[in-house]
């Protein structure tokens, strides 16, 4: 399997960094070997929940809460 991770800006929809890994490879493991080291500290990356642990390399980055039958989102 080929894993594959785009950085993109969310304005522009500029494709800004790709990553690929190869194998059964965790995401967060192929982003911080590649491109993680590569997003410049004012950036705000949004990332999907397998990348716990992102805010320890970067301190603006968000991942969405979920939502659950007990606890539904609000706005």
């Known amino acids: 399997t080929i894993k594959t991770q785009i950085i993109l800006n969310q304005k522009t929809k500029e494709i800004l960094c790709i990553a690929r890994g190869k194998g059964p490879i965790h995401d967060f493991r192929l982003f911080k070997e590649s491109i993680g080291q590569a997003i410049h500290r004012k950036i705000s990356p949004l ?3 397998g990348y716990q642990g992102i805010q320890k390399l970067h301190a603006k980055s968000r991942i969405p809460k ?4 007990k606890c539904p989102l609000t706005k």
């Open 66 to 69: 979920k939502s659950s039958k």
């Open 47 to 49: 990332a999907a929940s």
